[in-house]
T-cell receptor, first 110, second 111 residues
Framework: EDQVTQSPEALRLQEGESSSLNCSYT??????LFWYRQDPGKGPEFLFT???AGEEKEKERLKATLTKKESFLHITAPKPEDSATYLC???????????FGTGTKLQVIP | DAGVIQSPRHEVTEMGQEVTLRCKPI?????LFWYRQTMMRGLELLIY????????DSGMPEDRFSAKMPNASFSTLKIQPSEPRDSAVYFC?????????FGPGTRLTVL
């Protein structure tokens, strides 16, 4: 059974204070690792897919990296609008059955 | 959210009542998913369809839950009878390339 653990559960940053969110996973053969952003009262919004160790993806102030055991979401010089819950998910079979972590709630203070 | 419409957005009902949640995906996507999200358990896959056919319903918690997809543009998730522990946010999602696109969700409260 695939497992995903995200840490920390909550993170409070000052605007401009860079940090990283962690996603540790256990799967029998990773097919893909996904990062989503979820704002209060909304559905998760897709950010990145990573397929193999060593892969990196970037979008604005966000950079996702992948190793054989974990993924990091690096946030560089965050702004208050980056405040959200960030979800990590993995799939080991087809891309239909995806296992989600419980998320990291990020708050960026002006 | 623009790819998936869910209704109602909020539902408050009493224990024992039947609840029907609706999902209207934009056309052209062959996979449709129903998820449930709670603080305790996070986001859980309930069931998914491929070309309107239910493929895996192993996440459906019990026989009180049922889902249908009569055509490519409409799906329902029904709970009968509802219980307080069913209170959660229910999401419908469609598959893009490998990622999924979620609707805005229905917040269900069972009193």
């Amino acid at each position: 059974e695939d497992q995903v653990t995200q840490s920390p559960e909550a993170l409070r940053l000052q605007e401009g204070e860079s940090s990283s969110l962690n996603c540790s996973y256990t799967v029998s053969g990773l097919r893909g690792l996904f990062w989503y952003r979820q704002d209060p009262g909304k559905g998760p919004e897709f950010l990145f897919t990573l397929y193999s160790a060593g892969e990196e993806k970037e979008k604005e102030r966000l950079k996702a990296t992948l190793t054989k055991k974990e993924s990091f979401l690096h946030i560089t010089a965050p702004k208050p609008e980056d405040s959200a819950t960030y979800l990590c998910a993995v799939t080991s079979g087809g891309y239909q059955k995806v296992t989600f972590g419980t998320g990291t709630k990020l708050q960026v203070i002006p | 959210d623009a790819g998936v419409i869910q209704s109602p957005r909020h539902e408050v009902t009493e224990m024992g009542q039947e609840v029907t949640l609706r999902c209207k995906p934009i056309s052209g996507h062959d996979y449709l998913f129903w998820y449930r999200q709670t603080m305790m358990r996070g986001l859980e896959l309930l069931i998914y369809f491929n070309n309107n056919v239910p493929i895996d319903d192993s996440g459906m918690p019990e026989d009180r839950f049922s889902a249908k997809m009569p055509n490519a543009s409409f799906s329902t998730l029904k709970i009968q009878p509802s219980e307080p522990r069913d209170s959660a946010v229910y999401f419908c999602a469609i598959r893009g390339y490998n990622e999924q696109f979620f609707g805005p969700g229905t917040r269900l409260t069972v009193l």
